[in-house]
Nanobody
Framework: QVQLVESGGGSVQAGGSLMLSCVAS????????MAWFRQVPGKERGGVAA????????YSDDSVKGRFTISRDNAKNALWLQMISLKPEDTAMYYC?????????????????????WGRGTQVTVSS
């Protein structure tokens, strides 16, 4: 059974930083794309950043480019999201997601429907 567990969320002031972590278990191997999504109440879940199976290719939403960095360590089954220069509009529940490396996720790495497995989320709140 695949399980993704996020941690690292919290409350910070604008301009601050946070590091989100996700630990995966039950994945059969490391050939999974992984990603971070976020959602605020009343809005659709949106892709923040994604990373290829070996960690050599990353994708970021325009709203976080230059501020958020995604990384992974397959030996530790871990995924991270380093967030700097946080803004109040970054306030959301952040979710870790994983998907087998298929043409579907390769063509739309920041689309939620491409991902099969999801964590329960960690809340990030940025105050002005």
């Amino acid at each position: 059974q695949v399980q993704l567990v996020e941690s690292g969320g919290g409350s910070v002031q604008a301009g601050g930083s946070l590091m989100l972590s996700c630990v995966a278990s039950g994945l059969t191997d490391s050939t999974y794309y992984m990603a971070w999504f976020r959602q605020v109440p009343g809005k659709e879940r949106g892709g923040v950043a994604a990373i290829s199976t070996a960690g050599t290719i990353t994708y970021s939403d325009d709203s976080v480019k230059g501020r958020f960095t995604i990384s992974r360590d397959n030996a530790k089954n871990a995924l991270w999201l380093q967030m700097i220069s946080l803004k109040p509009e970054d306030t959301a529940m952040y979710y870790c997601a994983a998907a087998p490396r298929t043409g579907w996720v390769l063509s739309r790495p920041l689309t939620g429907s491409a991902y099969s497995y999801w964590g329960r989320g960690t809340q990030v709140t940025v105050s002005s």
